[in-house]
């Protein structure tokens, strides 16, 4: 798209979108968020990009194609889950690790693994669809 | 036992690696199993004969009573050794008949798998396990009758069998499950204990007509039965088996099996006997008809078929011996006729009866097992077959119309005496004809199997007593649920049945004459007639029309129309139920609160206007308004996370529906004219209205916490997070969330695809783009 706004401020605000989406998706825990969300930021950041650079460049910016990233994001989110299945529990079941220098932060675990995967897989369908729609023939 | 079962199932997958290894003697090497099965089946034949009965049942499903459970007594018994005795010679007989075809490996493991299905049909106990071993016998049919799968003949016998035999499965597992419904018990043995709480129950007919839907399809009973004759596009080692010898008997076995619960009603008399009437002058007539051998074998097994469903139907004592009696004895002469079609037609190159003759001198061991079953066939003394069909005669003479009965039965046999000579000794005598290459004796392998089961239509018939003791007794004791005396003899004095057999021996002598000239009328006359075979056709025709004319009705390649329905069918399902039942609609006082009426006035101003709108930008964009409201009215009742969410998917869906639309040639303004425009609005306004009353209904209802309670207490001592929407999502219900995004996951790749494809349909030169 043609809009010189558009074009100065899009590189700037979809760094801060993307920036923002982890933020949220990491704090969900305990606060309004969580990696659903995240990753619908994610993606609108995506796709502003795409609209005000294109798409060559949006692709650029991504490295990998999109459905590789939600493909990951499935593996990480099937992976938390096994990872229950090797300490005896069912599968899904939160495996949690308390770090020893604060036995009170209670954050590392198989379940945001398992949030980080459903980010990854809301980032990667929902701009891969953009991207092949802005796609021209 | 359920070993015994699963056997040939755990055989036929190294079927094909036997074969490879071991080359065409693989029919000897892989013939071990059923005869080691045989011999299994074997030891139980003692405490069978003295009465007793065995069950073995290991759990399945037990939460819902499904059970795999067998059931050992005479009726099970005389069925699973006919099935491994002759599926012995079978496997032997397929490995001399096939001998070098490229995929014999893969035929012995049809084989296989069909042996452990017909062990598991005729032992099951419980019903469901009956079922399932049911079906899996017509699946195996499909797949052998199909084995030449290059020939379109072979492709829809496979099919045609598969549709009527698997439509009656269907039948007969409706008819099991109620039967299961009204005993209070999954199990046969337990079921048919008590056959009166059947017999009475408001649901008998039901169980009835279903349970016979699915044995007569199975038992190729009028007006079914032309599946069978083209299932003779198998090869000759499967018709031989399934289609004489064990599966088509099935649905014999599974009406005597219900006797003792289902039988002895008039409505089941009357019906067995008419169809089983039919079936046997219907089938005898054919066999007339044909000149190819395996079509006529085919169309008398048929009439067996016909005659055995006749016979239990009538359901007197002499009549249930008849019934066991005959079956043994056809499964005997008809498994070695079978193979001998196939000798002649392995050493002939053809097996049209007319060219066949002069074969004795050349095929001397293919010619002693046919004269020997052709006699057993026909039902001439000493042979088993002669005792089978006097006990038909004393059968018939028992019943409710002897006369009418008797005559039904003589016609029936007279026929199948002058098939039986056409088949069995016409062929090997005379001046040798012209075929179309010289005849020559097959393999050991071709002939052992006939000749031994020819053989013991001979030995049996001469010590009916072994036959009595072992297998004809215990067998019509279990079919009739009482004792009874069973006798069987050859010579019992000069008294009705001998006269009735006489009389048969006379017309069968006379139709035998006359055969040339008999099937040359009858095939005229038959094929200016419509028969069900046609019918089928006409039938499937019929359905694929059907699917055809619905589906272009709906699937019409436009988008709004795909819409229209969608939304037409979401407009019934909210309308219809609160116009039936009535809603709880109760309205409550409107919140006083300037700032939640002024986002309702924002979302309905935006509503209202989408409309009167001709851009579709601008229908686009009220529509973010009308979700941007929604988000506001989440955020003002402090619902934070689905404020967020709804905020960010109304931003992607603009984002994207104008990505969309931009494509389209109609994009820009509205072009709809006024008619639709209201027909459109129309439903979508009740659509909304409908939803609306809907909620305000739901709202009415006092709000059950449990659950939010549960939750709340537990998000942080259980799972650590305060966050309790993700905490649910990712953590309580991580399982619907991997679901969901395997959905999303999936979604894309499917846009994706769809997208690809858009190029190749616009222009087929042009190749898609790789997306990467």
Redesign the interface.
């Known amino acids: 798209m043609n809009s010189l706004i558009l074009r100065t401020a899009v590189p700037a605000l979809a760094g801060l979108m993307l920036l923002f989406s982890i933020y949220v998706l990491l704090r ?10 995240g990753g ?2 994610g ?2 950041a995506f ?2 990009y795409t ?1 005000a650079e294109g798409l060559a460049s949006a ?1 650029r910016a991504l490295i990998v ?3 590789t990233i ?2 990951v ?2 593996f990480l ?2 992976i938390s ?1 096994i990872v229950s299945l090797l300490f005896g529990d069912a ?2 079941t ?1 495996q ?1 690790w308390f770090p020893a220098f604060n036995p009170d932060l ?2 590392f ?1 198989s ?2 693994l ?2 980080i ?2 980010y990854l ?2 980032v ?3 701009s ?8 021209r ?1 | 036992m359920l070993a015994a079962t699963l056997a040939p199932f755990v055989l036929a997958v190294f079927a094909p690696f036997v074969r490879r290894r071991v080359g065409n003697s693989a029919g000897w090497a892989l013939a071990v199993l059923p005869a080691a099965l045989f011999i299994y089946f074997a030891q139980f034949l003692g405490p069978v004969a003295s009465g007793e009965t065995f069950i073995f049942s290991t759990e399945w499903v037990p939460a819902l009573g499904i059970a795999l459970s067998f059931y050992v007594d005479g009726l099970s018994l005389l069925f699973a050794l006919l099935i491994t005795f002759i599926g012995t010679f079978i496997v032997l007989y397929a490995g001399a008949y096939l001998k070098g075809h490229a995929d014999l490996g893969r035929f012995f493991m049809f084989v296989l798998m069909f042996m452990g299905s017909m062990l598991g049909l005729v032992l099951a106990d419980n019903v469901v396990t009956l079922f399932v071993f049911w079906e899996l016998t017509s699946i195996t049919s499909f797949l052998l009758i199909g084995f030449n799968h290059d020939k379109a003949r072979s492709r829809r016998a496979a099919l045609q069998a598969l549709v009527v035999t698997g439509g009656g499965g269907l039948a007969l597992l409706a008819g099991l499950l109620l039967m299961a419904q009204v005993g209070g018990s999954m199990e046969l043995s337990t079921l048919l204990a008590d056959g009166d709480v059947l017999r009475e129950h408001p649901w008998y007919l039901a169980i009835l007509v279903l349970v016979l839907a699915g044995a007569f399809t199975k038992s190729a009973q009028v007006p079914f039965h032309f599946w069978l004759p083209n299932a003779m596009e198998a090869p000759t080692p499967v018709s031989a088996y399934l289609h004489s010898a064990t599966m088509v008997k099935a649905g014999v076995y599974l009406l005597a099996r219900m006797n003792p619960g289902l039988g002895g009603t008039d409505i089941w008399q009357i019906i067995l006997m008419s169809f089983g009437g039919a079936t046997l002058l219907t089938g005898a007539i054919l066999a007339l008809r044909n000149t190819d051998l395996k079509l006529m074998l085919a169309q008398t097994t048929v009439a067996s078929l016909g005659l055995l469903v006749f016979l239990i139907g009538i359901g007197e004592p002499l009549a249930i011996q008849a019934a066991m009696a005959y079956l043994f004895a056809h499964s005997m002469f008809k498994g070695a006729l079978f193979m001998v079609a196939g000798s002649i037609d392995h050493g002939t190159g053809t097996r049209d009866v007319r060219r066949l003759s002069g074969l004795g001198r050349v095929m001397p061991f293919t010619a002693a097992a046919a004269g020997l079953a052709a006699l057993s066939m026909s039902g001439l003394p000493p042979f088993f077959g002669f005792i089978a069909k006097e006990w038909v005669y004393k059968g018939t003479l028992d019943g409710s119309l002897p006369l009418l009965l008797t005559a039904v039965a003589i016609t029936g046999n007279a026929l199948m005496f002058a098939v039986a000579f056409l088949v069995g000794f016409k062929p090997f005598f005379g001046k040798p004809g012209d075929t179309p290459h010289k005849p020559h004796e097959g393999s050991v392998g071709l002939w052992i199997g006939a000749l031994t089961l020819a053989a013991l239509s001979l030995i049996f018939g001469l010590f009916s007593g072994l036959a009595e003791t072992f297998f004809i007794g215990p067998a019509a004791v279990a079919v009739a649920g009482v004792p009874m005396v069973v006798d069987l003899y050859l010579w019992g004095g000069f008294k009705a049945p001998v006269v009735a057999s006489i009389i048969t021996v006379a017309l069968g002598a006379f139709f035998f004459w006359q055969g040339a000239r008999l099937s040359a009328f009858l095939a005229r006359v038959v094929d200016a007639l419509w028969g069900p075979d046609k019918g089928y056709d006409q039938f499937m025709d019929g359905l694929i029309g059907l699917a055809r004319a619905v589906t272009n009705l709906f699937q019409t390649g436009h988008l709004r129309r795909y819409m229209l329905f969608t939304f037409l069918t979401l407009a019934a399902v909210l309308v219809l139920p609160q116009v039936m039942l009535g809603n709880g609609f109760v309205v409550k006082a409107p919140p006083i609160d300037l700032l939640v009426w002024a986002i309702g006035l924002l979302a309905f101003v935006g509503a209202l206007a989408i409309p009167f709108t001709r851009s579709r930008l601008a229908a686009i964009m009220l529509m973010g308004v009308l979700g941007l409201s929604v988000a506001f009215v989440f955020l003002l009742f402090g619902a ?2 689905l404020a ?2 709804q905020l ?2 109304e ?2 869906s603009v ?2 529906l104008a ?2 639309l931009a ?1 389209l040639p109609v994009f820009g303004t509205d072009w709809r004219g006024y008619p639709r425009f209201v027909r459109d609005a129309l439903i979508a306004g009740a659509i909304g209205i409908a939803m609306a009353t809907l909620l305000v209904s739901i709202t009415s209802v006092p709000l059950d916490l449990t659950l939010s309670e549960f939750f709340s207490a537990r998000s942080y001592t259980e ?5 309790i ?3 649910i ?3 309580f219900r ?2 619907d ?2 679901g969901e ?2 959905v ?2 999936v ?3 499917a ?2 695809c769809l ?2 494809f ?2 190749i349909d ?1 222009d087929s030169e042009d190749k898609p ?1 790789a ?2």
Do not use: C, Q
């Not at chain 1, 891969?128 to 796609?135: C, H, Q, R, T």
């Open positions: 969900g825990h305990n606060e309004p968020g969580g990696g659903f969300i619908l930021i993606a609108s796709a502003i609209i692709r194609p999109p459905i939600a493909g994001g499935l989110a099937a889950g599968f899904l939160g949690w209670k954050y675990s379940v945001v398992f949030d995967g459903v897989v809301v990667g369908a929902i891969g669809i953009a991207f092949a729609l802005e796609e023939e | 934070p996370d967020f969410t960010m998917v931003t992607l984002v994207i990505l969309v494509r799972a650590y997070g305060r966050n929407v993700n905490v999502l990712v953590d991580a399982l969330t991997l995004i395997a999303v996951a979604a894309g790749v846009v994706l997208l690809a858009r190029h616009h783009e997306s990467s």
